[in-house]
């Protein structure tokens, strides 16, 4: 989710690599892991059935409609009446949802597909199933039911950030980075000063440390609280910081 390549994907550019074998093997079978799950299942069936996974989502804002302090998402509808939020698979996106104003939320942990159930039932035209998943088995006794152990935020409709902005990929600038325990999405600017992309792994947003006292015990030389330059926390970051 950034409007920059990736230099640090290619430190060798220019020059000759040697890579063994048992490295190559290694390199492949990661990027299986992460193609798996980037694009999880298959394209033409849902994975509710997989129960809840960690899988890439989308969320429709033609079979949804935000609350007042959302309203000003560019694809939103007016004329319909707020609704919960609700999340689908990349299957469900495609046969469901075909046509519709689609917002990708990247990979999120944890979550089954709304798709058909209560709180997203897709609005096709001819639809005799009265806005039953078109993938699911037994998917007219879903419509009553609810996916309790998913988790919404901002991101549903297409707001991320503590700036709460809505994302549109065509003006966004700059680098987003995803908070490793909230998985929503942040821009690096709003950050603070951020670390090359070499010197880290993960970052969890200064709202999940405050929310998670555990963090604030680590005591790690590979766990770094605050915002850091040239090797050195200049300062701890609290949820009073802003952005």
Not at 210 to 233: E, F, P, W, Y
Request: charged share 25%; glycine share 6%; aromatic share 8%.
């Amino acid at each position: 989710m950034t409007a920059e390549s990736n230099s640090a994907n290619h430190p060798n550019d220019g020059e000759d690599t040697i890579v063994t074998a048992c490295g190559y093997l290694t390199a492949q079978a990661d990027l299986e892991r992460e193609a798996a799950e980037v694009l999880s299942g298959k394209f033409d069936e849902c994975t509710y059935d997989k129960g809840y996974a960690h899988q890439p989502l989308y969320a429709c804002l033609t079979c949804t409609r935000p609350p007042a302090q959302y309203s000003q998402s560019p694809v939103t509808d007016d004329a319909k009446e707020p609704t919960a939020p609700a999340g689908m698979c990349y299957a469900c996106s495609i046969e469901c949802h075909a046509g519709h104003n689609v917002v990708e939320l990247f990979t999120k942990r944890h979550f089954r597909c709304d798709c058909g159930t209560k709180r997203l039932r897709p609005q096709l035209p001819g639809d005799k199933d009265r806005g039953c998943c078109q993938l699911k088995r037994l998917r007219t006794a879903l419509a009553e039911m609810e996916n309790t152990h998913n988790v919404y935020n901002h991101n549903f409709w297409g707001f991320y950030c503590r700036c709460d902005q809505f994302y549109d990929p065509d003006s966004e600038s700059g680098m987003m980075i995803q908070c490793l325990v909230c998985n929503d999405w942040f821009h690096d600017k709003c950050i603070g000063k951020v670390p090359d992309e070499e010197r880290y792994d993960d970052y969890i947003c200064r709202e999940c440390v405050d929310k998670h006292s555990v963090l604030h015990s680590i005591n790690s030389s590979q766990a770094i609280h605050g915002i850091v330059t040239d090797g050195q926390v200049i300062r701890l970051e609290t949820s009073e910081d802003g952005c």
